[in-house]
């Protein structure tokens, strides 16, 4: 379906809300500009309603989470049975039987299919969770301190995870109160320093809001050797990329490296916060024996609804229609994005699967406002914001894309 727009955006409704927002909310959390945002009511599949009955088409996924689409039911429907049994457990004190589930399929989703023996799970809520999982297991297995990470990368906001997230605008403000353990590096470049005092390298095998950026064949496998070699552990954030975003499982497939840990989080479930870190199990095993107090947990660890969204979604991933419609899907916008190459000030079109951005010569300034009140949701990503971004759920149709594309290419015309 085409976008449907009724009034002109943002609507009525939206506006009032937005300047009720400014009353109570923190003003650096939600960007408002006048033209901008519109507040969402519904959504299904590809798109979403606004609180004015504007119709739009979500080129984001909200942040990559709804691969499957917004809204899909079957997640609907385990999220319903799941919530009328039991809404709220006691994670890692008295569990549900949905948590040992979830790990024992997230263990075979990866170093099982990859034929590496067993993986064990932490379990967390939010993406910069994982990482922080991550960064204290690779801190406890190496007897290390030293984090390698590199430019351009995004692993969350948390403090822990800020010591892997490279720009300067969100760690700068910050800066004095975060460890000084990292050691920054180019990202794709296999020059790599030699440093005995770093226990874990934190990477996106594919760098999501750095701006849709593919590492070189080979930078991987380097640092799976430079680890190999020191002792440290390699740590992939797919957060963005897991879960067929890039037309694999997993991003690092398409390099064939793997990692020692692995975060994933966003489309785990499709719409309910969980994410987890999941390592070999010898390095997991490397965390002590619970002595009745885990030194790693979180009230809503393992939460009851999160399991059986993300049980369900892995269910639905793993059914062979899934992969199909990725791979079609991906040649479908590859396609339709290398049409858009030509056009005014695109330095670069670049990606893989359902995952591409747009390198444009400028920050796109009002691109996204113009994009929106066409009836398109589309975000920008990289250091200075100049890549514009397209990752639509997996469902999207040959037709949205092509009035997507349409639109996209008259606006970079017009500038
Ligand atoms: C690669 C990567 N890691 C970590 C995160 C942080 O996840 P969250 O925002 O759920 O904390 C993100 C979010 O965009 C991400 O793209």
Known sequence: MLPELKTVIPGPRSQFLGEQLRGYESQNVTYQDGSWPVFWEEAR????????????????????????????????????????????????????????????????????????????????????EAVETALKTARIASGKAGVMAFSSGYHGLGYGSLLGTDLEKFRGPFGDQLAEVTRRVPYGVLDLPNDDTIGAVLVEPIQGRGGKVIAPVGFLAALREWCDERGALLIFDEIYTGFYRTGRAFACEWDGVVPDLICVGKALSGGFPISACVGRAAVMDEWPLSEGEALHTSTFLGHPVGCAMALKSLEIMERPETLAMVERGGEMLEAALRGLANHEGVLEVRGRGMMWGLELGEVPGSLLSDLLARGLLFLADGPEGKVLSFTPPFVISEEEVAFAMGAVGELLDAR
Not at 82 to 102: N, W, Y
């Open 45 to 128: 599949g590809v798109n979403v309603w606004d609180v004015d009955g504007n119709r739009f088409l979500d080129f984001t996924s909200a942040f990559g989470v709804a691969g499957l689409g917004h809204g899909n039911e079957e997640l609907v429907e385990a999220m319903r049975a799941q919530s009328g049994k039991l809404l709220h457990g006691m994670g890692d004190v008295h569990p549900t039987a949905l948590k040992g589930e979830l790990c024992a399929r997230l263990s075979g989703w990866t170093f099982e299919r990859w034929g590496e023996g067993k993986g064990k799970v932490v379990l967390s809520n939010s993406g910069f």
